[in-house]
């Protein structure tokens, strides 16, 4: 063990023995060397006055030769017990006496030595001159002292010393054990109390000390020191429980706010903020209300787990609505949290309520997005003051998290409608996108057919009516020929009629949905009632038709096909029979509009299907369906400005819904179907067409009529050759002009003519003319369209029309 | 070589400065004692003419020393005076002297020299026998072929003159008849 790992006391013990014996032993051995050097001078002071006084005596033995006397002096020396040997030499440096006198000369020197002391091992030796006065040396004497005076002495010295030293010893180990407690003592209760506070973390403890020592005031900054640290640790554990409380708090708002916006809906949100707050705050009682319109009345829209039983006793379940009164509950309305610390005695009646089931302290926190406060969030428990700052804060910003959560929702709901409504927008725009093309198509094919059919349909009327002298079965061929072309003729009708707009030649007349519907359900009886019969199906057919429903103007015939369409379909979607419905009635909103409703219990559509459901061509019934039923009813309501609303799920049926605006809505345009006698003058008319068959076909049908007819195969040479024959004074009465021509079309032979001769009727022919009508590109230059293929008697009528008008004009 | 010659005439001055080869020891050894006497005794203040005047000693008679008493005080003080040696053939002649030495020649006149140096601080010294007896200070004799002091303090008493109790230590002490 090192010195430095003893304990305190061992090295006060040992540094008060060591200083001490240190101390003795230089003490002890200065005064041994002191003693000892002053012992040796004394001795030989001694030996220097013994000898002296032998050597004086000796003179006068040695001056005259006396060895007897020489030998008596020295043997005078026996006095001194030290003395072991002595000599007396002459002045020639011969022995001449000796003591003791049986002392052999070998002991002694042979010759006198030199004057002067030495100290040899054991013994002293002097050696002196003898000489009487200060006169010639007469001799020298030698003198051998033994060292055991000094020896002794030594001893006796060292037996002090050792003995001083022991009972030193002995004294500084007692006082050092005395000085020990007084030192050591109040160390070893300083680290006794440093250990009792680090290792307990026993911050109360206090060192014992009544001194003034350096120990002492050591130990009194070390007790000030553990008060001052008592204090921090006080102040620490308070912060840290704080910050814990803080964390807790802000983690239970995170959570609380995390799930609250996990969630879309009011109430399931509420639902979960009060369970969060009875979890996590503890409390005893939580509510969400929502406010009305008026902010008198709170509507109840969650209550936590543990306030059930209370919100019975109290009645506020469910959506329990409760009055405002003019308590805290209006203040929170107003976008304060107010707190009650102690409602015991309150004197408003819904504290009141509230004190009833057991609460004491209740805070209402606001709801409020924007600062409009929308709702309440109120917390109770069941002890007085039982919410601190803390709690109240955290409440407030609770509020305001869960406030603009709601508002979130709200938004996400409406964002989310809009988006839906978007998407529905899009498809439909998508659909309408998609039907023009089709259209545009089915147009352009009309067209080409139109003007390939034109002069058969002409030519073969004419020899009809014209050819007297025909055999049989010439006119039997021609009047096949004239239904095939007609036939023709209505195909590409029909399919213009997919997507065709309403257009002039519509006959509107008022229709009453109520009086449509049992004609058609008695036309399709055979479908609905004895074809599923005979197959064992029973279809049960129900109509529901609100009676006094306005009219609207509308294509009657076109409405009975759509809903003979419609419950085909409907008949198609129920192979095993069910449950067919037609109903009638006023539909909700404005403008007032009517709807018929074809509804079945059949297999319904998914949605990809619903989608497409009213294209052409698109079917569901594989080699049974032609893809033309929906899409005609598609084209009706488009013609009539109607809407179609198809309902369907797989398996829940479908529901076709159309809606009908009521007649004030409709431009009504009065059908002028007159009887059209022929044209009673001739006139010169001027004919227009790329197409030399149309060309060829209308000069002979009209030439036939009497009239005098020019062609041109092309706008800029019909334009040429009006002008000649206005230039040559023999104008056109009437300028019949094809629309669709390469370089210079139909509307710039108009302008032309009309900018020459705004008098001149001018007809146009073509493949496009609904297109015309609907799109009201009607230029104003033309009197009167026409549609490839003309009628004859078409024509007829609006050389009639045009002419007649300049007539009356 | 040269240090041959040399040393035989180193030799022969040293046999011929010694006359009497078996007596030379003895007077060699009185004077030295002669000459120690000086340092033992103290004279009368009156006695010397001043403090640097020289301590004499004075050989009465025929003197046997052979030059042994110049050897022993050449170059020697005592007391810090320089020592100087006279002969004397009679006792009238004496003039200043501190150590007489009366030599055996003078046995005849001894009691009568002695009488008339009364009065006198001069130490008197004889190897004549019965010297002590005719009122001589100091005897030598010679014994065991030693040398032998006998004092008679009583005489030097009388003569003023002050005998180291060292000097009487060694000596054998004889009264005045």
Redesign the interface.
């Known amino acids: 063990m090192s010195f430095r790992d003893l304990p305190i006391r061992r090295k006060l013990a040992v540094v008060i023995l060591a200083v001490s014996a240190l101390m003795l032993l230089i003490t002890c051995s200065t005064f041994i060397v002191y003693e000892l050097l002053t012992f040796r001078q004394g001795m030989l002071t001694n030996i220097e006055t013994l000898g002296r006084v032998t050597a ?2 000796s ?3 040695l ?4 060895a007897e ?1 020489a030998a008596e002096v020295l043997g005078a020396l026996r006095a001194e017990r030290h003395v072991v040997a002595a000599a007396l030499y002459d002045r020639a440096g011969h022995l001449f006496a000796k003591y003791p006198a049986d002392l052999p000369a070998a002991a002694l020197p042979p010759a006198a030595e030199a004057d002067g002391y030495r100290f040899e091992q054991d013994r002293l030796v002097a050696v002196l001159p003898v000489q ?5 040396r007469l001799g020298t004497l030698h003198i051998v002292s033994d060292l055991v005076a000094l020896y002794a002495r030594l001893r006796l010295y060292l037996e002090i010393t050792a003995t001083v030293i022991a009972i030193s010893f002995l004294l500084a180990f007692v006082l050092s054990r005395f000085l020990q407690r007084q030192i050591a003592q109040p160390i070893l209760s300083l680290a006794d109390a440093a250990r009792a506070v680090s290792e307990n973390g026993n911050y109360t403890v206090r060192v014992q000390n009544p001194g003034r020592d350096e120990v002492s005031r050591l130990a009194e900054a070390f007790n000030h020191m553990l008060a001052q640290i008592q204090q921090q640790h006080r102040e620490l554990s308070n912060n840290a429980a704080r910050v814990r409380e803080q964390l807790d708090r802000l983690s239970l708002l995170q959570r609380i706010t995390r799930a609250i916006g996990e969630r879309q809906d009011l109430s399931s949100m509420f639902q979960v903020l009060i369970r969060s707050l009875e979890d996590g705050l503890a409390i005893d009682f939580g509510c969400a209300c929502l406010s009305d319109a008026t902010r008198q009345r709170l509507a109840v829209t969650g209550i936590g787990a543990r306030g059930v039983s209370m919100a019975a006793k109290m009645e506020l379940t469910g959506d329990a609505m409760f009055a405002v009164d003019r308590n805290g509950l209006s203040q929170c309305l107003q976008g304060k949290l107010v707190y009650e610390p102690d409602i015991a005695g309150a004197a408003f009646p819904f504290l009141q309520r509230l004190e009833r089931v057991g609460l004491r302290s209740v805070v209402f926190a606001p709801l409020a997005v924007e600062s409009q406060v929308f709702g309440v969030l109120i917390a109770g428990r069941c002890v007085p003051q039982g919410f601190s700052s803390a709690d109240c804060e955290f409440l407030r910003q609770l509020s305001e998290h869960a406030a603009l959560a709601a508002h979130q929702a709200q938004l996400h709901g409406a964002l989310q409608k809009a988006y839906d409504d978007l998407r529905q927008t899009q498809q439909a725009v998508l659909q309408q996108e998609r039907l023009r093309v089709l259209g545009q198509m089915a147009s352009g094919i009309a067209h080409d057919i139109n003007n390939a059919i034109s002069p058969v349909m002409l030519y073969t009327e004419s020899l009809l009516e014209r050819e007297a002298g025909l055999s049989a079965s010439a006119r039997r061929y021609l009047e096949i020929i004239q239904r095939a072309v007609d036939d023709v003729a209505q195909t590409v009708l029909r399919m213009r009629e997919f997507y065709r707009p309403r257009d002039a030649e519509m006959a509107l007349a008022p229709v009453q949905l109520n009086r449509i519907v049992p004609q058609v359900v008695d036309l399709t009886r055979a479908r609905w009632h004895d074809i599923p019969q005979k197959r064992g199906a029973v279809i049960k057919l129900k109509t529901e038709l609100q009676p006094g429903l306005p009219g609207f103007m509308g294509v009657e015939s076109e409405i009975r096909e759509a809903l003979t369409n419609l419950i085909f379909n409907a008949l198609d979607a129920m192979p095993d029979g069910g449950e067919l419905t037609i109903r009638s009635g006023l539909h909700d909103g404005t403008p007032q509009r009517v709807y018929l409703e074809v509804a079945d219990s059949g297999v319904g559509m998914d949605e990809d299907t619903r989608r497409r459901c009213l294209e052409p061509f698109f079917t569901t019934k594989g080699e049974r369906g032609t893809g033309l039923g929906l899409a005609m009813v598609y084209g009706m309501v488009q013609r009539h400005s109607a809407e179609i609303e198809v309902h369907s799920a797989p398996g829940k049926g479908t529901r076709i819904r159309l809606l009908f605006l009521v007649a004030s809505q409709v431009a009504s345009t009065a059908g002028a179907g007159a009887d059209a006698p022929r044209p009673r003058q001739h006139l010169r008319i001027l004919i227009i067409d790329d197409d030399p068959l149309v060309i060829n076909s209308l000069r002979e049908t009209l030439e036939a009529d009497g009239h005098a007819v020019t062609a041109a195969d092309g706008g800029q040479q019909g334009i040429d050759a009006f002008l000649d024959a206005r230039g040559r004074n023999q104008p056109f009465s009437v300028v019949i002009t094809d629309l669709g021509m390469p370089y210079v079309d139909g509307r710039k032979v108009a302008q032309a003519i009309k900018a020459a001769a705004p008098d001149t009727p001018v007809i146009m022919l073509t493949g496009w003319g609904q297109r015309l009508v609907a799109d009201k590109e009607v230029p104003p230059e033309v009197d009167k369209v026409l549609n490839k293929p003309p009628r004859l008697q078409a024509l007829r009528e609006a050389l009639l029309e045009c002419c007649a008008e300049r007539v009356s004009r | 070589m040269q240090v041959l010659p040399l040393l035989c005439a180193a030799l022969l001055s040293a046999g011929l400065g010694r006359p009497c080869a078996a007596a030379a020891p003895e007077y060699q ?1 009185k004077a030295i ?1 002669l000459f ?1 006497f000086a ?2 005794v103290e004279w009368p203040p009156q006695a010397f003419a001043d403090a640097q005047a020289p301590l004499t000693i004075c050989v009465l008679g025929e003197d046997p020393f052979d030059g042994y008493l110049d050897d022993a005080v050449r170059g ?5 005076r320089p020592l100087e040696v006279r002969r004397y053939r009679e006792l009238g002649q004496l003039g200043a002297c501190h150590i007489l030495f009366i030599s055996s020649s003078e046995r005849e006149r001894m009691k009568r020299d002695l009488d008339a140096l009364k009065g006198r601080s001069v130490l008197t010294v004889s190897d004549s026998d019965g010297f002590d007896r005719d009122g001589g200070m100091i005897g030598l004799e010679l014994a065991d072929n ?2 032998r ?1 006998e004092i008679n303090p009583d005489a030097a008493r009388a003569a003023d003159l002050k005998l ?1 109790s ?2 009487l ?3 054998r002490i004889v009264g005045t008849p």
Request: glycine share 8%; aromatic share 8%; net charge negative.
């Open positions: 004086d005596n003179t006068g033995a001056a005259f030769e006396n006397d009487q006065g200060g006169n010639a | 050894l004692f120690r340092e033992f020697e003080k005592v007391n810090d030693k040398v002091l180291s060292k000097l230590v060694s000596a």
